[in-house]
């Protein structure tokens, strides 16, 4: 079945370390893109892409990079530098416009211990 | 730009009972509306979507949603809610014909509903 995966689903990091969240599609999707829930703050987004090779900056996009060397494939770093990286991302994918709306992962908890 | 305004942060509803989740869109034209629906610890699932045509939108898990232009609203409604239904839900815009700002929805902040036994 077609669908978009993301991992791990629990993560940890120390502090001072960079992080790598993977996420992946088998839709044939163009677009895809990262958010960040926080409890009471809705969905925020950090970064999308709606090529291969190309990215935009989302709204909070400092402390995080992204690379979209394949069409299947989307992940995000959470560098040292992102001070409250503790939160749940999700990644989601499209065809470009997204006229039928966004497919959704189930999402990466990330816990800085 | 456009927005989306979900007024009511949680709602409480009794098992049983009928729902309606408010949603207004900022923009003039006619958007692309869409609903979604997370449950605690997942990712967002796609309820319904309009375009354009029957204003009256059916979707999964019992749901509905009415597209009015007159004021701006998308409303999602179940007439019996199920303690499964307890979750938070968003609405979503993607404005037509705009290219820059028709390439990402902007959701909603989200309303949490609470199932009451």
């Known amino acids: 079945d077609g669908g978009i995966t993301q991992s791990p689903k629990y993560l940890f990091r120390k502090e001072g370390q960079n992080v790598t969240l993977s996420c992946e599609q088998n839709l044939n999707h163009d677009a895809m893109y990262w958010y960040r829930q926080d409890p009471g703050q809705g969905l925020r987004l950090i970064y999308y892409s709606q090529i291969v090779n190309d990215f935009q900056k989302g709204d909070i996009a400092e402390g995080y990079s992204v690379s979209r060397e394949k069409k299947e494939s989307f992940p995000l770093t959470v560098t040292s530098a992102q001070k409250n990286p503790t939160a749940f991302y999700l990644c989601?994918?499209?065809?470009?416009?997204?006229?039928?709306?966004?497919?959704f992962g189930s999402g990466t908890r990330l816990t800085v211990v | 730009a456009q927005s989306v305004t979900q007024p009511d942060i949680h709602i409480t509803v009794s098992e049983g009972a009928s729902l309606e989740l408010r949603c207004n869109y900022s923009?003039?034209?006619?958007?692309?509306l869409f609903w979604y629906v997370q449950s605690p610890g997942q990712g967002l699932q796609l309820l319904l979507k309009?375009?354009?045509?029957?204003?009256l939108v059916q979707g999964i898990k019992g749901f509905e949603a009415e597209f009015k232009r007159s004021q701006s609203s998308f409303n999602l409604r179940k007439p019996s809610v199920h303690w499964s239904d307890a979750a938070e839900y968003f609405c979503a815009t993607r404005v037509q014909m705009i290219k820059a700002a028709g390439n990402k929805l902007t959701f909603g902040g989200g309303t949490r509903v609470l199932v009451k036994p």
């Open positions: 989601a994918s499209s065809m470009f416009p997204p006229a039928g709306g966004y497919t």
């Open positions: 309009y375009f354009s045509g029957d204003t």
């Open positions: 923009y003039g034209a006619t958007p692309y």
